[in-house]
């Protein structure tokens, strides 16, 4: 995880880099919205810590760039020339807090809490996210005959229920359910229900 502090005062970067770096969070400093852009890396969640007005385009506008590309990255906007339009604006895009500069020494301490709580929500988010896209992939990697039958598992279906209505011998299913188990990466038929009904509900 990577805070990306972008700010055009220098002595503001260098001190919110040093005040994360010391806690022992990953810092980038950019200077321009234009900046951060240019070598945004898709695979990195991180936060945003981005002052409001700047010379190339606003944190807001970076923000709205940034989620154009279809990513969502919390952020928090610093402002020296912050006005109740603007903060009203910055929390409906879904800004974790709005900070006016000057920053003093408690400021910057409640920012930090602030910035680790955004921290463990987006790599909280950013797991379940991984987790389910391997669910859908391990579903994908089924066969269709496989499918059906992890279908009827999940429903409750016995193997000699499953035998029957398919059509098919019992020790015919219970391959399929063992390569079933095994594509699935799961050891019983609670855990495969669990993971099938969780892929099921996130999906609808």
């Known amino acids: 995880m990577v805070v990306f502090v972008i700010d ?3 002595g503001m970067r260098r001190s919110l880099s ?3 770096s010391k806690a022992g969070i990953e810092t980038r400093c950019f200077s321009s919205g234009s900046q951060v852009l240019q070598q945004w890396d898709d695979e990195t969640p991180g936060c945003l810590v981005v002052d409001f007005l700047m010379p190339d385009m606003t944190g ?8 154009s590309r ?4 919390p952020f928090i ?3 020296g020339h912050g006005t109740v339009t603007m903060a009203v604006q910055a929390m409906k895009m879904g800004a974790v807090t709005v900070v006016e500069k000057p920053f003093h020494h408690e400021h910057l301490l409640d920012l930090l809490e602030t910035v680790r709580a955004t921290i463990d929500q987006t790599r909280l988010k950013h797991q379940l996210v991984s987790e389910e896209e391997c669910v859908i992939d ?22 000699k229920q499953i035998a029957k209505q398919l059509g098919i011998s019992t020790k015919t299913v219970e391959v399929h ?6 594509k699935m990466g799961v050891h019983s038929v609670a855990q495969l229900v669990k993971i099938v ?3 099921k509900m996130r999906s609808n």
């Open 77 to 79: 906007l610093v402002t």
């Open 8 to 10: 055009d005062d220098e």
């Open 177 to 182: 359910r063992s390569n079933i188990t095994k």
């Open 18 to 20: 040093f005040v994360l």
């Open 70 to 73: 279809g990513l969502f990255t």
């Open 60 to 67: 807001l506008q970076l923000v709205e760039e940034i989620r």
């Open 138 to 159: 391990r579903i994908n990697s089924l066969t269709s005959r496989e499918s059906e039958i992890m279908e009827l598992v999940v429903r409750g279906d016995l193997t």
């Open 197 to 199: 009904i969780s892929a």
